[in-house]
């Protein structure tokens, strides 16, 4: 985004993670950042120095591929959902993630309020950083789960 170095946080607003009995050992525990996008931060800005929600995906990926997410959370995996108020955010954000440097992460899932509804979280159609159709069920592995 910007030529020089940035120190970047992030937040998110929820944390929680996921025990699949049956899974194979590498897939057994899965932890997901869940960011509920309300539509008033701006997607893009010109710079880092402001807050856009292109910045926090920065800082994401930025976690992710320093392994940041293991030296000091302890977590072996993490993946960002992000739930948003509409459908056409949901491009608008997949679009600016799309331009960040190595955009097109399947780390990202995104989705809006409505479309989620009340319905089961791992069977529900996500659209992550590629623009793919994805489901969680499949992502974690065919296995009961329980919440921890």
């Known amino acids: 985004m910007e030529g020089k170095p940035h120190r970047l946080g992030v937040e998110p607003d929820r944390v929680f993670g996921l025990h699949f009995e049956g899974a194979p050992e590498n897939r057994r525990r899965v932890f997901f950042f869940l960011e509920a996008d309300r539509g008033t931060m701006p997607v893009r800005r010109k710079g880092?120095?402001?807050?856009?929600?292109?910045?926090?995906?920065?800082?994401?990926?930025?976690?992710?591929?320093?392994?940041?997410?293991?030296?000091?959370?302890?977590?072996?995996?993490?993946?960002?959902?992000?739930?948003?108020?509409?459908?056409?955010?949901?491009?608008?954000?997949?679009?600016?993630?799309?331009?960040?440097?190595?955009?097109?992460?399947?780390?990202?899932?995104?989705?809006?309020?409505?479309?989620?509804g009340c319905g089961d979280i791992l069977g529900h159609e996500w659209v992550n950083g590629l623009e793919e159709v994805v489901q969680l069920a499949p992502l974690l592995g065919n296995a009961k789960e329980k919440i921890h």
């Not at 056409?88 to 399947?106: K, N, Q, Y």
């Open 48 to 116: 880092l120095t402001q807050t856009s929600f292109a910045r926090k995906l920065l800082a994401y990926q930025e976690t992710w591929r320093r392994g940041l997410h293991r030296s000091h959370l302890g977590l072996p995996n993490f993946r960002v959902l992000t739930v948003t108020t509409s459908r056409e955010r949901v491009g608008h954000l997949v679009a600016a993630f799309r331009l960040l440097p190595d955009g097109g992460s399947r780390l990202f899932l995104f989705t809006d309020r409505e479309s989620l």
